[in-house]
């Protein structure tokens, strides 16, 4: 075994310039994470999509209307993704939306 041949870390590490989230940060990965299906480190509106339907199963219309709503407020940057800090600014707007009170932990 070749202990220099390490494997690069899964994950990058948060942004160290971000002011600091008033929950912890590993806290916010961890539903981020859970959300960003496809673990590129964003979530796109599809992905937003996909949450919103399984958290509410409300209609498609109402969802794909919510997920515009979150979209706007939420993609600071506009680069059409939701970045985990950007999750974070929606996470306090959207309290609701994204941790139902069914959902523990
Ligand atoms: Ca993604
Ligand atoms: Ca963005």
């Known amino acids: 075994m070749l202990a220099a041949c390490l494997p690069p870390p899964l994950t990058p590490p948060p942004s ?5 989230p008033r929950r912890s940060l590993s806290a916010w990965h961890r539903s981020f994470r859970i959300f960003d299906d496809d673990h590129n480190g964003f979530l796109t509106e ?9 958290n509410h199963m409300t209609t498609e219309a109402n969802v794909l209307k919510k997920a515009k709503t979150i ?3 939420a993609d600071v940057d506009g ?6 800090e950007e999750f974070v600014v ?15 932990d």
């Open 16 to 20: 160290l310039t971000a002011p600091p």
């Open 46 to 54: 599809e992905e937003l999509i996909q949450m919103l339907k399984a």
């Open 71 to 73: 979209m706007k407020q």
């Open 79 to 84: 680069d059409g993704h939701i970045n985990l």
């Open 90 to 104: 929606i996470s306090e707007k959207f309290p609701n939306i994204l941790f139902p009170p069914n959902v523990g």
